[in-house]
């Protein structure tokens, strides 16, 4: 399997959208989101010219259909393996073309251990190649659970993943077995959210904002019927919904998992719509109180009492197993330390280090997502202050908190996001691997001139920018003064301890020189 979705173009989506009388979906309209991400949403490459052959291998098909393929790829120099989404953009009509810019646009803003990762997008004039996380493992819909506890543990994960998205305003809206796949074949535990093709960023990112529609104050609805039918509300069946659409889907989800069933059947199709409106589920005796709890709160046919996946997850179904996992969990020495390092380390060099975190699928990433979720108390998908202090509490690390958090949020938005905190407990053994930095080098030289300058990094940053004094990030590796860095300047500042400076006092002045003139100049 793969983080491209057999479902999808390069895969031939099995017709999961179909319209009201309102007309055509117009998703092709969210190609161009804003930055809502912080700089995690400039860590995804997108190039117009490149061929993506050039920096990868190409492996085995994983997959093929009527506007593609997906193959594996081997990137060149690291060696680290990818799915590589190859599409025929003349074979697409306007409406599948939409869902794939439209897939590509929230991803770009999503950060999540749970939620597939795309790294690079090549576009040409008449093909599209999507770098994706690869997924070995198989779908929801292919395995078997042999007990209730492995199921609430693959649910909390889900919920946690797409309570995450509601909060970044992202509805999933296809929420079906075929769209959680595994990361490996021997692990029943890493699931990951794929295909978000048909998902809806809503206006201004937020879920819950009102508006007001003819005097009468209502929340921002969509009017399109997607998704599989087993899974879709009542609201979806009518035309108008809301973020709870996928809250309805996951209770669906749950009982499929725990019965080998859909909770609601029908010979025909306006049968099975009758039964969802009713909403009378018959569960089986074997179903624990605690299960039969959390399924009947997100079926709720009133979608006004239907839990939202932040309730669901404080359901005792959810909670035995956070709390059975959390104190079985012991954060490593090791990781804690590295965290120290990097709240140390310079700010440019953390940006780095974030380069490497966002692509890095070695396994050490599985225990830092274990880390991380044990940390996320909260299931919001970030960190926050308090979840921090608690654990540096919990662990009898005598660190100031507010010091230590203000360290890793490298992008100031007042929580640590999954990549950052990748970002700050992954250590510095990467340092020894001139490819791997160079790497690091070639994706911050944006302009391609062989140096990061002051242009590069305000293109990396984009609306960012202005968080960030960027001659001081280039002061921390340039050691001529010149506001420039080259790769080997670039090396010495990874290589660099907490403290230790580039510059001389020469060359400080330098700078402090070139600021001021370039200062007279823009007068």
């Known amino acids: 399997n793969s983080g491209a979705s057999r479902n999808q173009p390069g895969g031939d989506r099995m017709g999961c959208c179909a319209t009201t009388e309102e007309g055509q979906p117009k998703l092709s309209k ?6 809502e991400g912080g700089l995690h949403t400039q860590l995804l490459k997108e190039n117009k010219s490149a061929s993506v052959w050039e920096k990868y291998k190409k492996g085995k098909l994983l997959g093929a259909g009527m506007t593609g393929a997906v193959h594996v790829g081997i990137h060149r120099d690291t060696g680290v393996r990818y799915a590589i989404k190859s599409i025929n953009k003349r074979k697409l009509d306007p409406a599948q073309l939409g869902e794939l810019k439209n897939e590509v646009a929230l991803l770009r803003i999503l950060d999540h251990p749970s939620i597939v990762r795309l790294y690079e997008v090549y576009e040409l004039p008449n093909r599209m190649y999507l770098v994706m996380q690869l997924l070995e493992g198989k779908d929801l819909g292919q395995v078997r659970f042999n007990t209730e506890r492995q199921v609430a543990k693959v649910m909390r994960k889900i919920v946690h993943a797409i309570g995450y998205c509601h909060s970044k305003g992202v509805v999933h809206r ?17 699931v990951i959210v794929i295909d978000f093709g048909i998902g809806k960023k809503t206006v201004a990112g937020d879920l819950k904002v009102e508006i007001t529609e003819s ?3 209502q929340k921002r609805n969509m ?21 709870k659409c996928d809250c309805w889907a996951i209770g669906v989800l749950a009982f499929i998992l725990l019965t080998s069933r859909p909770p609601f059947n029908g010979r025909y199709k ?15 005796n074997s179903m624990s109180v605690n299960a039969r709890n959390f399924i009947s709160n997100l079926l709720k046919v009133d979608a006004r009492q239907r839990w939202t996946c932040q309730q669901a997850l404080q359901s005792d179904w959810m909670k035995n197993v956070q709390l059975a996992d959390v104190k079985s969990f012991e954060i490593e020495k090791d990781t804690l330390e590295k965290m120290i390092q ?3 380390a310079g700010r440019l060099k953390k940006m780095a280090l974030m380069i490497r975190a966002f692509t890095d699928t070695s396994k050490r990433v599985q225990k830092l997502k274990a880390t991380f979720d044990s940390l996320d108390t909260t299931g919001t998908g970030t960190l926050t202050h308090p979840e921090l202090k608690e654990a540096l509490v919990r662990h009898k690390i005598n660190l100031d908190s507010k010091t230590v958090f203000d360290a890793l949020d490298v992008d100031k938005r007042g929580e640590i996001s999954y990549t950052e905190f990748l970002a700050a407990t992954m250590g510095d053994e990467l340092q020894s691997d001139r490819e791997i930095l160079k790497g690091l080098f070639d994706s911050l030289d944006i302009t391609k001139n062989g140096r990061i300058t002051k242009k590069d990094l305000l293109k990396f940053l984009g609306s960012d920018a202005k968080k960030y004094d960027v001659e001081q990030l280039l002061g921390e590796g340039d050691e001529t003064g010149n506001l420039e860095i ?3 300047e670039f090396v010495k500042m990874m290589e660099r301890g907490p403290g230790e400076t580039p510059m001389s006092e020469s060359a400080r002045s330098k700078v402090s020189s070139v600021k001021a003139l370039s200062d007279d100049v823009r007068e």
């Not at 969210?30 to 930055?35: D, E, T, V």
């Not at 009017?223 to 973020?243: A, E, F, I, N």
């Not at 049968?271 to 589920?281: F, K, P, T």
């Open 270 to 284: 306006r049968e099975l719509d009758n039964r969802i409106r009713a909403g009378v589920v018959q569960y089986p």
């Open 30 to 35: 969210q190609k161009s989101l804003p930055n």
């Open 486 to 488: 080259t790769f080997e």
């Open 223 to 243: 009017k399109t019927v997607c998704g599989t039918p087993y899974y879709m509300s009542p609201q979806v069946l009518d035309g108008r919904y809301d973020q």
């Open 215 to 217: 005097k009468a104050t």
């Open 342 to 344: 990097f709240q140390q």
């Open 174 to 190: 296809d929420i079906k077995l075929e769209n959680f796949v595994f990361t490996s074949v021997d692990n029943l535990e890493d």
